[in-house]
């Protein structure tokens, strides 16, 4: 699929972030918005997988450390055929193999559980650590969100993959600026983000529109050194749906009726049952 | 009888054998490979041991990433940090997902005396035992923290094995059976029985000595396993003595004598209390010292025995 191709994907999967967390009643969309394209970067350009063995061992692996954006993830992994597109509209519910936050018992494609913040980037370093003892070469990647960065364990998993020198690791973060309670710099500032980064280690990479898959793609394929990668992506927080562009207030509510068909209006996607 | 060992000594040996025959076997330490005795494996497994420094979480995660990806990671450090400092790590980057990540935890409880009650933890079990998906043992001595270090490889889930800083002395043997699953009675007896793990075992032996020239028959039956707890094994011993101590190094909140509470309550109407660390923190001193103070040596069982039966 060539990369315009990927751009009017983008906007089916967002309509279908948008469906099920409508349909779901609650769930988190504005990081699923800014993140859609970090993670359609690597599902549909640069990560080894095979939907049909979504436990090939030598695929590559993919963690979610910012485990409330699962919508992003489950909208590209249905698409991708790891489980049926109706499976989506059940999002949430009890019973149904798609968590509120990323178990990898009940959803095929899911590869560790995540969601408590801090931690699915620390696994990954592990799984990277794991990777070059196994002397095996796929890579690990993770999406951090900026709020995540207040966690200390994420500044500790950035320590060892320094040391250890994982230079099959990179994390990306989905720079969206915005978290429950408001800016990041109201609630707790990061500072440099990159400069921070880049002192603990990492070779750092800083991608302007991170909504762009071209441009993120571009960053990924970037070398690392011998170091574990950074990319600092700088997204928009509910991207794509005007009402829910940068507003803190939509981290973690679902649209009800009215706002639902709004989106999907603005977003030029038919309505499909 | 054998030689006498801390459990964490014991660990160390048995890991670097284990890990001479299995190479999936990896391991993580926290800065405190030389206390623990992960520095064994170490020395001849360079590339397979990894130090995360004074970073438990973190630790405690990547191995959960170790785990994922087909190794069976053994996590040290001492018992309050590997527990407490990490509880939600292990919570939801182990347990919850039930990988086999090996948790052998030393310097558990009172007995790390000296350094005071910031290092003694007395809630681990508590801790631990509230986790689905988690097996619990307390090694007696040096020769049972082998046969449980061969088990918990065997199950396939996280396992924390409760280890010491002290020399315990022996009371099994090499071809003593040791199931997982089933308490072991170590000393038969009719008129009281004491339920006991760990390096409480000795004082149970010795305080069951003492009842004895006293005409007091006590049982003294090892736990070694407190989850899943041999309920069973609980309820019957306490049916046929009419009366049961628990008798651990552990708060009398969450370890192995709410176990065997939560065992017979309904089950037993037999006479029930708790030898243990009184909703109270540790202190600094030597561990026979503090085992005195806080009534869990010999002479705290034998006292609380006797006022059991005279209830």
């Not at chain 1, 994390?171 to 969206?176: E, I, K, R, T």
């Not at chain 2, 035992?129 to 449980?148: C, G, H, Q, S, Y």
């Not at chain 2, 199931?179 to 170590?186: E, I, M, R, S, T």
């Amino acid at each position: 699929m060539d990369l315009a191709m990927q751009q009017q994907k983008a906007v089916q999967l967002r309509a279908d972030i948008i469906k099920m967390l409508y349909l779901a009643k609650s769930g988190h969309p504005g990081g699923s918005l800014s993140s859609l394209e970090m993670m359609m970067a690597l599902y549909y350009n640069v990560m080894k997988v095979d939907p049909k063995n979504p436990k090939w061992e030598d695929r590559d692996r993919f963690v979610l450390s910012k485990g409330h954006s699962c919508p992003a993830l489950y909208a590209i992994l249905a698409d991708l055929g790891y489980f049926p597109r109706e499976d989506l509209w059940h999002l949430r519910q009890y019973g149904c193999q798609l968590q509120g936050h990323p178990d990898c018992k009940s959803t095929p494609g899911v590869d560790v559980n995540s969601g408590s913040l801090g931690q699915g980037i620390s696994i990954a370093g592990g799984m990277a650590i794991a990777a070059k003892y196994l002397k095996k070469d796929y890579q690990v990647y993770t999406i951090i969100g900026d709020g995540e960065c207040q966690e200390g364990l994420v500044w500790e998993a950035a320590m060892s993959a320094a040391h250890y020198k994982l230079d099959n690791f990179t994390v990306m973060l989905d720079h969206n600026h915005l978290q429950i309670d408001g800016d990041n710099d109201q609630v707790m500032g990061l500072g440099d983000i990159m400069k921070k980064f880049e002192a603990f280690g990492f070779t750092c990479y800083k991608v302007e529109d991170g909504n762009s898959i071209e441009a993120v793609v571009e960053a990924l394929r970037k070398p690392h050194n011998g170091k574990p990668k950074f990319i600092c992506c700088e997204t928009v927080k509910g991207h794509g749906v005007s009402y829910m562009e940068n507003v803190a207030g939509w981290h973690g509510k679902a649209p009800n009726e009215a706002e639902y068909l709004q989106a999907m209006k603005e977003l030029g996607v038919e309505i499909d049952g | 009888m054998a030689e006498k060992q801390a459990s964490r000594v014991a660990y160390g040996e048995e890991l670097l054998a284990q890990g001479r025959i299995n190479e999936k076997i990896v391991v993580c330490d926290a800065d405190l490979s030389q206390s623990t005795m992960t520095c064994k494996f170490a020395k001849e497994f360079p590339d397979r041991f990894f130090n995360f420094g004074i970073a438990e979480a973190n630790m405690v995660c990547a191995a959960a990433g170790m785990a994922h990806s087909g190794l069976i990671p053994f996590v040290s450090t001492f018992a309050i940090f590997g527990s407490a400092r990490a509880y939600e790590q292990i919570r939801n980057s182990v347990a919850y997902t039930g990988i086999p990540v090996k948790f052998v935890l030393t310097h558990a409880g009172l007995s790390v005396g000296e350094d005071g009650g910031s290092h003694q933890t007395i809630e681990d079990i508590a801790l631990f035992r509230t986790l689905p998906n988690m097996t619990i043992f307390v090694p007696a001595d040096a020769i049972e923290t082998k046969k449980m270090v061969r088990a918990a490889i065997d199950i396939d889930g996280p396992v924390y094995i409760r280890a010491s800083r002290p020399v315990m002395p022996c009371v099994t043997e090499e071809d003593t059976p040791f199931d997982p699953y089933k308490a072991a009675v170590l000393r038969e007896g009719k008129d009281i029985a004491i339920f006991t793990c760990g390096l409480i075992i000795d004082e149970s032996l010795k305080a069951a000595e003492r009842l004895a020239q006293e005409g007091i028959d006590a049982c003294v039956v090892n736990f070694h396993t407190i989850k899943p707890f041999d309920n069973e094994t609980a309820v019957e011993i306490a049916n046929r003595c009419g009366a049961v101590i628990t008798a651990e190094e552990h708060s009398v909140i969450g370890g192995l004598g709410s176990a065997t509470a939560e065992a017979l309550a309904g089950h037993s109407s037999a006479k029930f209390a708790r030898v243990g660390i009184q909703d109270k923190f540790g202190s600094s001193g030597t561990p026979a010292r503090l085992f005195h103070e806080y009534g869990i040596d010999a002479d705290g069982i034998v006292a609380a025995c006797k006022k059991l039966l005279a209830e």
